[in-house]
Nanobody
Framework: QVQLVESGGGLVQPGGSLRLSCTAA????????IGWFRQAPGKEREGFGC????????IYTNAVRGRVTISRNYGENTVYLQMNNLKPDDPAVYYC?????????????????WGQGTQVTVSS
């Protein structure tokens, strides 16, 4: 059983940056694929990036590619989401999720464990 905890959300100005963290309060992330999702009010949860368990390779959707970097620190049992040049359509609750080491996926049903989410707000 894995329990995920996100942190690092908050208020940032347009064009600003945030780094979110996903840690395991219980269990280890090292052998799991980690995905990042977001859900804005009235919209479906959207997967936009993930990192593999084996070599730290990543994939991103077009909506965030070039502005987002996912990295993992195996020793700290933590996965980071660095977001730069935040835009007015980025505000949402951001979630990390853990899934099996079977590749990379943006699909929510690939993942077995979810964090509680952290709010990101973009406003001047």
């Amino acid at each position: 059983q894995v329990q995920l905890v996100e942190s690092g959300g908050g208020l940032v100005q347009p064009g600003g940056s945030l780094r979110l963290s996903c840690t395991a309060a219980r269990g280890t992330l090292d052998d799991l694929t980690i995905g990042w999702f977001r859900q804005a009010p009235g919209k479906e949860r959207e997967g936009f990036g993930c990192v593999s368990s084996s070599d730290g390779s990543t994939i991103y959707t077009n909506a965030v590619r070039g502005r987002v970097t996912i990295s993992r620190n195996y020793g700290e049992n933590t996965v980071y989401l660095q977001m730069n040049n935040l835009k007015p359509d980025d505000p949402a609750v951001y979630y990390c999720a853990a899934g099996p080491p079977l590749g990379l996926s943006f699909r929510a049903n690939f993942y077995n464990y979810w964090g509680q989410g952290t709010q990101v707000t973009v406003s001047s």
